[in-house]
């Protein structure tokens, strides 16, 4: 009985041993890290916002040849993966259970190879998608209010859409469309 009060003991002076150099030493270390870290990826998804909203000053992005390509790759990529699912690894004989964890290891692989050409096909799509209905919308709205702004600040307006480069700068020109919309009481899309 008495050696289990020891070891309670014991426990307890080790946690506080533990929480105190964790405070004292690894807890500013550690907090230091994750700011580090997050601020990297803050800039790193800034970095992909902006290069989607300078997209948008381009014009309508289309790619026929690199689609073609991804339904082609997605198609046979496809057709092994029905292939690859639908495979027995089982090994009949027993004495070769190295080679049956292999191809268990394989076909693991493959489903996450798989996996994320779906995963990076599909945000393709919806970054194409999204950064076409950006397009489409703009360039509607800037011909929405054109009949009752001068030419001179129509030209404004479609040199600002010209040089988006970030996210910021396509905010700031829907201020002004607004703007204009709210002066002359139409109504945007």
Aim: hydrophobic share 45%; with cysteine; proline share 1%.
């Amino acid at each position: 009985m008495k050696k289990n009060y020891i070891n309670v003991v014991y426990t307890i002076i080790l946690s506080i041993v533990a929480a105190a150099i964790w405070e004292k030493l690894l807890s500013k270390t550690f907090d230091n890290l994750v700011t580090y870290v997050f601020s990297y990826g803050n800039r790193f998804i800034q970095w992909i916002s902006d290069l989607a909203y300078s997209r948008i000053a381009e014009g309508v992005y289309v790619n026929v040849a690199y689609y073609i390509f991804i339904v082609i790759v997605s198609c046979i990529l496809g057709v092994f993966t029905i292939i690859i699912w639908n495979l027995d690894y089982t090994n009949k004989d027993t004495s070769n259970k190295e080679k049956d964890i292999f191809n268990r290891k394989s076909k693991c692989i493959f489903r996450c190879v798989i996996g994320i050409f779906y995963i990076s096909f599909l945000m393709f799509l919806l970054a194409t998608n999204f950064i076409n209905d950006n397009i489409t919308k703009t360039t509607n709205n800037i011909e929405i209010i054109s009949p009752y702004i001068s030419e001179e600040q129509y030209k404004l307006i479609n040199s600002k859409f010209h040089t988006i480069k970030s996210k910021d700068d396509y905010e700031n020109l829907y201020v002004i469309l607004r703007g204009y919309a709210v002066q002359y009481d139409i109504e945007l899309k």
